[in-house]
Nanobody, 122 residues
Framework: VQLQASGGGLVQAGDSLRLSCAASGRTFENYDMGWFRQPPGKEREFVCSISWGGGRTSYADSVKDRFTISRDNAKNTVYLQMNSLKPEDTAVYYC????????????????WGKGTQVTVSS
């Protein structure tokens, strides 16, 4: 499956941003989807994930209650709504797909998209 993330940009602290990840090549609804991010100089880290049917979501503690993951299987797209952004949210955000549950570590993810840069200024 091919993944294409978009929607990144430069925003101020407290602003909102929505990322999108469009999938193609395989049956989208068969895959759990997730978002990871890689802050400058740090390792890639789990942000959130959503099950194939959308009924199960999981979030990192650092983004819980601020970020929301959702998916539209008819559009083969997964979204990440980011509210109350903080400078520490600055990172390259990556979309991920997995035939099983998206792991909370980067190793073992089946498919990655190219990242999209999110920069939050203070």
């Amino acid at each position: 499956v091919q993944l294409q993330a978009s929607g990144g940009g430069l925003v101020q602290a407290g602003d909102s941003l929505r990322l999108s990840c469009a999938a193609s090549g395989r049956t989208f609804e068969n895959y759990d989807m997730g978002w990871f991010r890689q802050p400058p100089g740090k390792e890639r880290e789990f942000v959130c994930s959503i099950s194939w049917g959308g009924g199960r979501t999981s979030y990192a503690d650092s983004v819980k209650d601020r970020f929301t993951i959702s998916r539209d299987n008819a559009k083969n797209t997964v979204y990440l709504q980011m509210n109350s952004l903080k400078p520490e949210d600055t990172a390259v955000y990556y979309c991920a797909a997995d035939r099983l549950a998206v792991p909370q570590v980067p190793t073992g993810v089946d498919y990655w998209g190219k990242g999209t840069q999110v920069t939050v200024s203070s």
